[in-house]
């Protein structure tokens, strides 16, 4: 994917096939036969050739010897070729289906519009959803290498998407300078030089596996004491294809995950586009009016909420954990409903579990979900109908985890002062 594809996707976007995708993976057939579709289109595809393979599938389904799960198949069908009637074409990235009678013993249909362009023409029936693909989706293709280097030792990281992952630490042995005089100066500081190359020639020989092998990355940031960088970077191991890699070099005084965070501040400059860099950016943009107390900021569920009612907010910043999912249930043999919150985390388990729960009104039928909604969604419609932007942050890093953790992970700046107070 090119870097201008990169940019197109949106934290939303994101956020909302995440979310999708934690529903789909809830979903089993209802007696456990592939009968679950899974139709992928890419971008391009006459929609006629679609439905002509469809028609042909469903003919090819009265062979099925289990008769529950032909009739299950041809019933997802039937609901695939009618939805199919409201689409005119597949749009730039293609369309993805999911269509079947899951354990709700229900047909469920879900028509999926991936941020990212269909790769794969494919048709499967299976007991489950075909998810592969779209998962894969949720990957950001951009991954940096970031490398600590002093005689002392090294740290060998990446970042990719919102994650910061430590790859590699490897300590050294080469000795400091010492104050000798004579010849035994002299000999002892040729034997530290020769040591000092044979750690950095090691290092490269690790980079070369790490980041061309293990974790092929688009560019490198290097950082560490001013010479020492220098000298490494001249080391002839290191595999040319990185050496063109190196975008940016920064004086860094120590390793570890703290030295590798403030080598990403140093090179915001390089890193602008990345999503880690973007979610910091708003965080510590909320902070500093929080901080000076601008009345620019509120942050809380409640609070944020009103600020959109009246058409106040710029920006709704709200972590991925605050995912909550508000969902409708009903009884098959009754007028039994109720409606009941869970945290996406759980909501596998609670669909897994309402399979077995009984109607407490009639005793006898089951339940099933009707329909369902989750906050963040909520907050993004409300926020684009008042002209406000919604950003999704991830919790896998520092600024992000405060935000949850301390500010209840929702946030907004504001056009203009509201609040007196906070």
Same mark, same amino acid.
């Given at each position: 994917m090119s870097?201008?594809?990169?940019?197109?996707?949106? &934290?939303?976007?994101?956020?909302?096939?995440?979310?999708?995708?934690?529903?789909?993976?809830?979903?089993? &057939?209802?007696?456990? $036969?592939?009968? =679950?579709?899974?139709?992928?289109?890419?971008?391009?595809?006459?929609?006629?050739?679609?439905?002509s393979q469809l028609r042909d599938e469903y003919g090819t389904a009265t062979n099925i010897k289990d008769k529950s799960t032909g009739k299950a198949v041809q019933s997802a069908l039937s609901s695939i070729m009618s939805?199919?009637?409201?689409?005119?074409?597949?749009?730039?990235?293609?369309?993805?289906?999911?269509c079947g009678i899951t354990q709700t013993n229900k047909v469920e249909f879900f028509l999926i519009s991936p941020p990212d362009p269909v790769g794969i023409k494919l048709y499967l029936c299976d007991n489950v959803f075909k998810i592969d693909h779209l998962k894969e989706m949720l990957e950001s293709k951009q991954r940096y290498g970031l490398l600590l280097i002093e005689r002392g030792g090294a740290t060998l990281a990446t970042v990719q998407g919102s994650r910061i992952d430590i790859i590699r630490e490897e300590e050294s042995y080469v000795p400091g300078k010492h104050k000798m005089g004579g010849q035994s100066q002299a000999r002892f500081q040729r034997l530290t030089e020769e040591?000092? %190359?044979?750690?950095?020639?090691?290092?490269?020989?690790?980079?070369? @596996?790490v980041y061309l092998d293990d974790y092929p990355v688009e560019a490198i940031i290097v950082g560490g004491p001013a010479l020492t960088k220098s000298e490494f970077l001249e080391n002839k $191991?290191?595999?040319?294809? =990185?050496?063109?890699?190196?975008?940016?070099?920064?004086?860094?005084?120590?390793?570890?995950?703290?030295?590798?965070?403030e080598l990403l501040e140093k090179a915001e400059d390089k890193l602008s586009d990345f999503e880690l860099i973007k979610e910091?950016?708003?965080? %510590?943009?909320?902070?500093?009016?929080?901080?000076?107390? @601008?009345?620019?900021?509120?942050?809380?569920?409640?609070?944020?909420?009103?600020? =959109?009612?009246?058409?106040?907010? %710029?920006?709704?910043?709200?972590?991925?954990?605050?995912?909550?999912?508000?969902?409708?249930?009903?009884?098959?043999?009754?007028?039994? /409903?109720?409606? /009941?919150?869970?945290? $996406?985390?759980?909501?596998n388990e609670f669909v897994k579990n309402l399979?077995?729960?009984?109607?407490? %009104?009639? $005793?006898?039928?089951? =339940?099933?979900?009707?329909?369902?909604?989750?906050?963040? @969604?909520e907050l993004n419609e409300k926020a684009e109908n008042t002209g406000a932007t919604l950003e999704v942050i991830s919790t896998d890093h520092e600024d992000g985890a405060m935000l949850y953790n301390v500010f209840g992970g929702i946030a907004a700046t504001l056009r203009y002062k509201l609040f007196d107070g906070y």
């Open positions: 870097k201008q594809e990169e940019k197109k996707r949106t &934290s939303v976007e994101r956020y909302m096939l995440k979310h999708e995708i934690d529903k789909l993976e809830s979903k089993k &057939s209802f007696n456990m $036969s592939t009968s =679950l579709v899974s139709l992928y289109i890419p971008p391009g595809t006459r929609l006629s050739d679609v439905n939805r199919m009637k409201t689409i005119s074409d597949p749009g730039e990235n293609g369309i993805v289906i999911f040591a000092a %190359q044979r750690w950095y020639t090691k290092i490269t020989e690790i980079m070369n @596996t $191991s290191l595999d040319y294809r =990185l050496r063109e890699k190196v975008i940016g070099t920064y004086d860094i005084g120590y390793r570890g995950i703290n030295g590798i965070r910091r950016k708003l965080i %510590q943009k909320f902070l500093e009016h929080l901080g000076k107390d @601008t009345g620019l900021v509120t942050y809380g569920e409640k609070l944020v909420l009103e600020a =959109l009612e009246k058409s106040a907010v %710029q920006t709704v910043i709200v972590s991925e954990d605050v995912d909550r999912v508000n969902i409708e249930i009903k009884c098959d043999g009754c007028d039994y /409903e109720i409606t /009941e919150s869970v945290k $996406s985390r759980d909501y399979s077995d729960r009984k109607c407490p %009104q009639c $005793s006898n039928s089951k =339940l099933y979900i009707e329909n369902e909604s989750d906050l963040i @969604t």
